[in-house]
């Protein structure tokens, strides 16, 4: 099996101040990656590294296409790029404000994707549309409904079904679960852990909270100061922590 | 089926004065196929960590442990989590599970992973919940709200749902009542004559002596320096 996605030697300065540095790692297909470090470890910097959202200053990353052609994401031309990141790439972001349109109703919104990459009868992409509200748990008669009239939690469950509704084949996520009330939570990591399973995704999660990537992750990688301090197993990372940093993360979290 | 040679293991920690706890040193044993290996050891003494070791979860500092002749020592996560999916399963004693879903998917989840149909899954999940007496009620609801015994229970059902060539059990019979226990024993009595290799850790002589053919006292591999 080769790896779907392939991060080598990644580095993003902020003048002198270290964004992320010397970053490598491998994704492969069906597989959930963590990334998990305190506030100002670099985390996002390396999300938005990999999702072409910040251009790095140092560093390569390989990208498997659907056609199976392995490509340097850094150095594809525009089109190119933004094609791949409506196809076979989708971005959930922490705040679904930012990954949605607030002024578009929700049937739009997942619409609008589906329109972005070729497809014209409308039927169709209402059929598919109700079909993904579904599936994240909206009902058909919010479909008209602008996103401002949902809850936080809808509105990321919307964000999640307008990614995801053209198969994408790798998903970046922010703090997927940050926000939300814990009941929510719950319902967040059942869905995504389902469409893992049956959709075949890949993603790379960025969170603080260790309980979520015990659940989702397959593997984690521990960030401090920009640097990937630790990495492995998810259960063996959180159970038999090497790194000291790790070990404080570890040992920091309130038992509820 | 499971070979563990040589094998040594020291805790650093490194937020309580850097403190070295040494573990194992030279640890030797095997388990072969059709035979149930219990663990003993006084509270400490390292049992769950061994059985951590051999399923990857905590990792080694020198030796070998071999599963299926799959090298667990310095493995990549994807042969470990292949190895898990398809050769090793764990009964560990507790239930860690994604809240909201259904006692029987978190069941059938292991037959899933491994590309079973999802109608042979829930079926074969369902058997197991009943041989387990958990109330068919029970079913459709989420665990986490279960008894002690009743989370044990399908802790030991996911474990048995698949049929894993080598099988670590942590306690399983710790918190079951009698009937239960002899449902359980009965699973790995009928493990044991399908081939299966199985470590078991069980603080009940009379439960151990029942099902175990050898026992490893695992305070023999404690480093001489801790003991």
Redesign the interface.
């Known amino acids: ?1 080769t790896p779907l996605l392939s991060v080598y030697n990644l580095t993003k300065m902020y003048g002198h101040r270290v964004g992320c540095q010397d970053i490598n790692l491998d994704l ?1 297909p069906s597989e959930v990656l963590g990334i998990v470090g305190e506030s100002g470890s670099g985390k996002s910097t390396l999300l938005n590294c990999l999702a072409g959202q910040l251009t790095p200053d140092r560093g390569r990353i390989q990208f498997k296409t659907r056609s199976g052609d392995v490509k340097d994401t850094l150095t594809l031309s525009e089109p190119e790029q933004l094609m791949l990141s409506r196809t076979d790439w989708a971005f959930v972001h922490q705040n679904p404000r930012d990954g949605l349109r607030m002024s578009v109703s929700a049937g739009g919104n997942v619409g609008e994707r589906l329109m972005a990459v070729g497809s014209r009868h409308y039927g169709h992409i209402r059929t598919t549309a109700i079909d993904w509200l579904d599936r994240v748990e909206i009902t058909a008669d919010r479909i008209d409904d602008r996103p401002t009239s949902f809850s936080g939690g809808m509105q990321q469950r919307l964000q999640i079904a307008r990614n995801l509704v053209t198969g994408p084949r790798l998903v970046f996520m922010d703090e997927p679960t940050g926000g939300l009330d814990v009941s929510v939570q ?2 967040l ?2 869905l995504l ?1 389902n469409l893992v ?1 049956d959709m075949g995704l890949s993603a790379i999660i960025v969170t603080h909270d260790l309980a979520v990537v ?2 989702l992750a ?2 984690l990688m521990v960030m401090k100061e920009g640097q990937a301090v630790e990495s ?2 998810t ?2 990372v959180l ?2 922590p ?1 790194h ?1 940093y790790t ?2 993360l570890v ?1 920091s979290v309130l038992q509820a | 089926m499971i070979d563990v040679k040589h094998l040594a293991k020291h805790f650093v920690l490194y937020h309580q004065g850097a403190t070295v706890i040494p573990v194992f040193q030279e640890a030797n044993f095997s388990v072969a196929k059709g035979e149930c290996v219990a663990l003993t050891g006084a509270s400490g003494a390292g049992k769950s960590t061994l059985m951590r070791m051999i399923y990857g979860n905590y990792l080694c500092k020198a030796g070998s442990i071999k599963v299926n002749h799959v090298e667990m020592v310095g493995a990549h996560p994807h042969d470990v989590m292949q190895l898990r999916r398809t050769t090793i399963g764990y009964v560990s004693q507790f239930l860690r599970v994604v809240p909201r879903v259904s006692t029987v998917d978190v069941v059938a989840e292991p037959l899933l992973a491994v590309g079973e149909k999802p109608i042979h899954a829930q079926e074969k999940s369902q058997e197991l919940l009943s041989l387990l007496n958990i109330p068919k009620r029970l079913w459709s609801l989420s665990p986490t709200t279960f008894s002690g015994g009743e989370q044990q229970r399908v802790n030991i059902a996911r474990g048995f749902v698949y049929d894993y060539p080598a099988l670590l059990l942590d306690e399983p019979t710790a918190s079951l009542d009698s009937q239960n226990r002899d449902v359980v024993l009965g699973l790995i009595e009928r493990a044991k004559s399908n081939g299966k290799a199985i470590i078991g850790i069980f603080h009940d002589p009379s439960v151990r002596d029942q099902v175990c053919d050898r026992v490893v006292d695992v305070s023999q591999f404690m480093p001489e320096a801790a003991a």
């Open positions: 099996m492969y719950a319902r990591l059942d852990r399973r015990r659940l397959d593997r492995g197993l259960d063996q159970d038999d090497q000291a070990q404080l040992s």
